[in-house]
Structure formats: structure tokens, C-alpha cells
């Protein structure tokens, strides 16, 4: 069963716009984790959240955090087309974690 | 390191035949898991090991299904006798106990039963 429910379930956007993905769980968590998966490839780790934080940043990825509501959300800032590929929630820690259902973004140049 | 690696990346088989598929994961990550990605039900965990030991089976689908760990560098998953709707993306990965840098995924291999 997944644990993190991703909405939209699809995005398209133009070049240089923000993409928005937002991520809801069931259960109390002790981090959640954002990952990337391009056409055909694996997935690749984006970041990692923990419970007592409530935003982090790395390059032009914004996540935010708010455990009251059970919900994250990632910002891609500026995108560009090679930030096409679906996007992962996950929670569960080093030892089981589980993923959402992902949200399909496409990006236009 | 050359990250998680996965044989093969394809895979055709006939019904009824038995599939092995391997994963080498990165030296040091004590946690290896199983995943199986499908458009009808996403990424589903279905086995995970903890030092070459199998720590939560509760995801294998089916009796026909079984891994295994024999050493740190090595995994297989099985799967006989095989069936249509076995066809999926099984991917590996693998993480350490600290889990700071998230899973490392393999690029999976893509298995068609026919």
C-alpha cells in the first residue's frame, strides 16, 4: 500500500516556470524523502526532510514540510526541459520505504 | 563506486519459465531492498535485507517468488514459474543504516512474460 499520495498527478509547464508538487501521508513519519525517476531509468535521490524541520533547499529544489497537516510539497524553481521525469514522495526511514504514486511533470522549451 | 548495478536490463521469457534477475549493490550499504514498478500499482517494496539476511518478505507476491543474499556484493530474485502478469520494472536498491543520502537505485530490469 503507499504511503504518500502525490497531487497533481500530472503537470505541464513552459521553461523558466515553477513546478509545484505536493505530497500527503497517512502516518506520522520521522523524515520524508523526495526522488526523481527519468523515462526508463532509476530513481535518483533528491532529498531528505526530517520531522523537525520544515523547509530545505538544495540547488533550485524548495521543500517544505508540515507534519500538522501530514503534507509536503517540492518547488522547482526556474525549471527547464531536462527536469521532465516523475517525481516520488517517499517516507518510511533506511530500513522501508515506501512511495507515492508520483507526479508526472513535463516541461516545454 | 559504479552504483547499483542490475542484470540484465531486459528481459523476454515464455510463461512457465523460470527468471532470475541480479543486483550487485554499492560496497559498504548494509540494506538492500526489492522493488517491482508497475503503471497499475506503482512502486511496491517487495522484499528488503539488512546485512545479507532477509528482514521483511511481506511484499513478495507469491510463493513463485523468492531472493535471496548469499554475500554483501550479491542478490537474486526469482521468479518461477514465471507469469504474463509478472511483467514489470524490478529495480534494486541498496542504502546504509545512516539512510542521510537516501536509496540508491539500480536501473532496473524490465521483464516481459509472454
Known amino acids: 500500500s503507499q504511503q504518500g499520495e502525490e497531487d497533481p498527478q500530472a503537470l505541464s509547464i513552459q521553461e523558466g516556470e515553477n513546478a509545484t508538487m505536493n505530497c500527503s501521508y497517512k502516518t506520522s513519519i520521522n523524515n520524508l524523502q523526495w526522488y526523481r525517476q527519468n523515462s526508463g531509468r532509476g530513481l535518483v535521490h533528491l532529498i531528505l526532510?526530517?520531522?523537525?524541520?520544515r523547509e530545505k533547499h538544495s540547488g533550485r529544489l524548495r521543500v517544505t514540510l508540515d507534519t500538522s497537516k501530514k503534507s509536503s510539497s517540492l518547488l522547482i524553481t526556474a525549471s527547464r526541459a531536462a527536469d521532465t521525469a516523475s517525481y516520488f514522495c517517499a517516507t518510511g526511514g533506511y530500513n522501508k520505504l515506501i512511495f507515492g504514486a508520483g507526479t508526472r511533470l513535463a516541461v516545454h522549451p | 563506486d559504479a552504483g547499483v548495478i542490475q542484470s540484465p536490463r531486459h528481459e523476454v521469457t515464455e510463461m512457465g519459465q523460470e527468471v532470475t534477475l541480479r543486483c550487485k549493490p554499492i560496497?559498504?550499504?548494509?540494506?538492500l531492498f526489492w522493488y517491482r514498478q508497475t503503471m497499475m500499482r506503482g512502486l511496491e517494496l517487495l522484499i528488503y535485507?539488512?546485512?545479507?539476511?532477509?528482514?521483511?518478505d511481506s511484499g513478495m507476491p507469491e510463493d513463485r517468488f523468492s531472493a535471496k543474499m548469499p554475500n554483501a556484493s550479491f542478490s537474486t530474485l526469482k521468479i518461477q514459474p514465471s507469469e504474463p502478469r509478472d511483467s514489470a520494472v524490478y529495480f534494486c536498491?541498496?542504502?546504509?543504516?545512516?539512510?542521510?543520502?537516501?536509496?540508491?537505485f539500480g536501473s532496473g530490469t524490465r521483464l516481459t512474460v509472454v
Open positions: 526532510i526530517r520531522s523537525n524541520e
Open positions: 535485507f539488512n546485512n545479507n539476511v532477509p528482514i521483511d
Open positions: 560496497s559498504g550499504h548494509d540494506y
Open positions: 536498491a541498496s542504502s546504509s543504516r545512516t539512510g542521510v543520502g537516501g536509496y540508491t
